[in-house]
């Protein structure tokens, strides 16, 4: 076998690490068996009024309670959808759809998913403002304030950034909404399971949410909907979700999401506190061990499994690689832009500087990450920096 054969076989008996979960989740096992049953004798149409239908809408109708008690909410203001991204552009599409050339009011850092849709609406003939943030990737509300005109109908501004895990200060944004009348939405993708919520503290109208952030499986989400708050629909057709979001539901996706905000409300505390301390114990590791290192993010107030590290000097994708070689998986931002060679928009948007944004690497921690895991990581990863550093023409070494 020659060396690069030996490499292969090496690697291939190698414990894999897996740090992308603000990528993608593992299933819980609660979840994966949550859903066997609907994969089996509980396939019948939610929809249809016979014996077969009503067990399986019984099932949902749990789901949706599970749902709107992770987040402080009445069943009736859950819809059910496809994931974030569904959500997002129904919350900034269906709030909007009739109010022609009416403004609305972003921040620099918000996932494609809203980012774009806000542009699409600007394209289509409505006013649209992106507010700047802060060294940390934080929105200020005085921004906020600063930006409103007479006919700013939507604010939609992220709970938790999907690469730095900044938390954003929704509840002082929506109460500036709310003083002036005005729709606001918060993109809650990264937040939701992973952190206490209560739609009513946070005093939003429009919350998104994605199950396969939180060990639900893919293809699931659901959308909280104030009561009272008109969102057009964007998909029509039946009367499934009230009106709201036609089409035969996804039932096994909706039964492993039900148990998923079950499992999260459950375990949450234990998670916090000790995925936190994995998450400290990688970061003060590596800003120990490689010189001119920078995190990305607030200090204190992000999501305790995220940590967004610059490695200055350093390619991120070449140190990316070299991981990927070792088994552990990581990320460089967003799922949604990986093979972009660009540095990521949300760490331009921080003005970080460009020997930094470009070294930049996302790990975050989750549902089977062990301190075995983040001591290897310590191993491997500080001699390979710190031999890239040596190795740029931009370092002086």
């Given at each position: 076998m020659n060396a690069i054969g030996l490499l292969g076989y090496t690697n291939s008996l190698m414990k894999k690490i897996y740090l992308d979960h603000n990528a993608t989740t593992p299933l819980h096992p609660e979840v994966r068996e949550a859903m066997l049953p609907f994969m089996g004798d509980l396939f019948g149409n939610p929809s249809s009024g016979h014996w077969a239908g009503r067990e399986?809408?019984?099932?949902?109708?749990?789901?949706?309670?599970?749902?709107?008690?992770?987040?402080?909410?009445?069943?009736?203001?859950?819809?059910?959808?496809?994931?974030?991204?569904?959500?997002?552009?129904w919350a900034i599409l269906g709030a909007l759809r009739d109010r022609p050339g009416s403004h609305i009011i972003t921040s620099s850092v918000e996932h494609p998913a809203v980012f774009n849709a806000c542009q699409e609406m600007e394209t289509a003939g409505h006013e649209l403002t992106v507010v700047d943030v802060d060294r940390y990737g934080q929105v200020s509300p005085e921004a906020i304030r600063g930006a409103i005109r007479e006919n700013t109908a939507l604010i939609t501004v992220m709970l938790a950034n999907n690469e730095t895990g900044t938390i954003n200060p929704i509840r002082e944004i929506s109460t500036i909404a709310r003083e002036r009348g005005i729709l606001m939405h918060t993109d809650a993708v990264q937040a939701v399971g992973k952190v206490p919520l209560d739609v009513r503290e946070l005093d939003v109208d429009i919350l998104s949410a994605s199950g396969h952030k939180f060990n639900a499986p893919k293809g699931i989400g659901f959308q909280y909907v104030r009561n009272g708050v008109e969102?057009?629909?964007?998909?029509?057709?039946?009367?499934?979700?009230?009106?709201?979001?036609?089409g035969t539901e996804n039932v096994i996706g909706i039964a492993g999401l039900g148990k998923a905000c079950e499992v999260a409300m459950r375990d949450m505390p234990g998670k916090d506190r000790d995925i936190r301390a994995l998450r400290d114990k990688l970061e003060k590791g590596l800003r120990d061990a490689v010189p001119e290192t920078e995190v990305n993010g607030h200090p204190t107030e992000r999501i305790y499994n995220t940590l967004n590290i610059s490695f200055k000097y350093i390619e991120g994708e070449a140190l990316l690689s070299m991981m990927e070689l070792e088994g552990i998986a990581v990320s460089t931002g967003s799922a949604c832009s990986a093979g972009s060679t660009e540095p990521s928009r949300i760490l331009k948007a921080m003005k970080l500087d460009p020997l930094c944004s470009r070294g930049a690497i996302r790990f975050s921690l989750g549902l089977g990450t062990t301190e075995d895991d983040i001591e290897r990581c310590l191993r491997f990863i500080p001699p390979i920096?710190?031999?890239?550093?040596?190795?740029?023409?931009f370092s002086g070494k």
């Open positions: 399986v809408a019984h099932r949902i109708a749990e789901a949706r309670e599970s749902a709107a008690r992770l987040i402080g909410a009445d069943p009736e203001e859950i819809v059910f959808t496809s994931g974030g991204t569904e959500s997002d552009n969102l057009k629909p964007l998909i029509v057709g039946g009367h499934q979700e009230r009106g709201m979001r036609s920096a710190l031999r890239f550093q040596e190795m740029s023409p």
